[in-house]
């Protein structure tokens, strides 16, 4: 599986952007992908989280009600829509897929997730 994530740049303090996730090779009709992001210095942490099937969804709590992730099976992507972007939201942000429907107390643990894509920079300005 091949994981190729884009849609970072730079932004200002309370703008938007969208980073996508495209999945190619084997992809899992019954997995869960998530987005992680690690800042300078810092460990990487999650972000979000979604179940191809039921489209369960799962946010960090300093996310919530800021960012929104969608699956499209379709298409094999995964997206996360990030509003009211923060300066402490600069990261690299980097896409994961594990081929199996990882029970809610394992989507927030970065090993579990067996494939992943390349970062995509953030940045916010103040």
């Known amino acids: 599986v091949q994981l190729q994530a884009s849609g970072g740049g730079l932004v200002q303090a309370g703008g938007s952007l969208r980073l996508s996730c495209a999945a190619s090779g084997r992809t899992f009709s019954a997995g869960t992908m998530g987005w992680f992001r690690q800042a300078p210095g810092k460990e990487r942490g999650f972000v979000a989280a979604i179940r191809w099937s039921g489209r369960t969804t799962y946010y960090a709590d300093f996310v919530k009600g800021r960012f929104t992730i969608s699956g499209d099976n379709a298409r094999n992507t995964v997206d996360l829509q990030m509003n009211s972007l923060k300066p402490e939201d600069t990261a690299e942000y980097h896409c994961?897929?594990?081929?199996?429907?990882?029970?809610?107390?394992?989507?927030?643990?970065?090993?579990?997730?067996?494939?992943w894509g390349q970062g995509t920079e953030v940045t916010v300005s103040s």
């Open positions: 994961a897929a594990s081929p199996m429907r990882l029970i809610t107390s394992a989507v927030w643990t970065a090993r579990n997730y067996g494939y």
